[in-house]
């Protein structure tokens, strides 16, 4: 037998992680393109940032964050329910406070049982008023709030660099599977290779 087919699946197992290792780096790098021997070079999320951008902001304004779903939180009664107490307290601490302060002859006039039948009163229209606002408000804001747009336009100026250090701390674990991955199915096949070498012989 020949010894040096036993460098065989070392040299392809290196070769199979160099080979993933480089597939890897080439996500991201070069950030510019280069011509090498006649062929333009340039890394995956690079070249392709500028689709990526529009889709992910497709992809968030029609499925991940519709503006559909921004107005129904708006209009949704239970929140606008839970914000009246807060507008129930401000009302009361203006008429027992505020008007005292601004207008002393009027809060003269005005006992507890007259600013608790007023705010009954401002309580009752507000509670009609609220959503009402807010629809408006919602319809308002979705022409001018463009999600695509806004989404497109921030990944499209983000940096590669974070983009890379992002996807390296979250996938960190993953890449370097991938990279072990591509030396044990290149040592693999090395063992193989050795095996049809010597039953072919």
């Known amino acids: 037998m020949n ?29 510019e393109p280069k011509f090498i021997f006649g062929y333009n070079i340039q890394g995956i999320f690079p070249k392709r940032q500028e689709q990526f951008a529009q889709k992910l902001g497709k992809l968030v304004a029609d499925e991940l964050l519709s503006f559909s ?14 914000i009246l107490p807060q507008v129930e307290t401000h009302i ?32 009752e229209e507000l509670e009609i008023l609220f959503p009402k ?35 390296y701390q979250v996938m960190a674990k993953e890449f370097r599977f991938v990279e072990i991955l591509g030396g044990v199915l290149g040592f693999l096949i090395g063992i193989l290779q050795i095996l049809i070498t010597l039953l072919t012989q």
């Open 92 to 123: 009361d601490h203006f008429l027992r406070v505020k008007l005292s302060d601004s207008m002393p002859v009027v809060s003269m006039f005005i006992g507890d049982k007259t600013i608790d039948k007023l705010k009954s009163v401002f309580m």
């Open 3 to 31: 010894y040096w087919l036993l460098l065989i699946p070392v040299i392809s197992g290196f070769i199979g992680w160099v080979t993933n290792w480089v597939a890897i780096k080439m996500l991201f790098h070069p950030r």
């Open 69 to 82: 779903d921004i107005e129904q939180k708006i209009t949704n009664p239970e929140n606008l329910k839970n």
């Open 133 to 167: 606002m807010m629809k408006e408000y919602a319809t308002s804001l979705k022409s001018q709030l463009d999600l695509e747009k806004i989404v497109t336009e921030k990944v499209n100026a983000f940096s590669s660099d974070k983009l890379e250090d992002i996807l």
